[in-house]
């Protein structure tokens, strides 16, 4: 077993891969041979991630606020407090906070053999939201 009790400072998500704020806060990275990885990641309104897909998939478990996710070709899904989301490997999407509120999430993936753990596209054009 081992504890960690000390984190690696927040960061702030590059613009290449995030539109808006958004702070990034490692959860875990176990060393070898474990490949999880886990983040809380704070997006402030209508913060949002790039296009992007994980080679294992991605669950995402909204733990405050408001926001929406979205596969490609598919339609712009609410998220909120309490909501979990699978993203099924190498299934292109982008998630993030809604227009006038926070989204804080976990997002838990598995680092490939490689050690990648995504594959970043192009940033998301404007965001139409849901009413």
Known sequence: ???????????????????????????????????????????APGGHTAWHRHPHGQVLHVTEGEGFVQREGGPVEPIRAGDTVWIEPGESHWHGAGPRTFMTHLAVVEAAEDGTTVDWGDLVDACTYPN
């Open 1 to 43: 077993m081992h504890i960690t009790r000390n984190r690696p400072d927040s960061r702030q998500g590059p613009a290449e891969h995030f539109t808006g704020t958004v702070w990034l806060d490692e959860i875990a990275a176990p060393d070898a041979p474990s490949r999880l990885r886990m983040f809380s990641v704070h997006f």
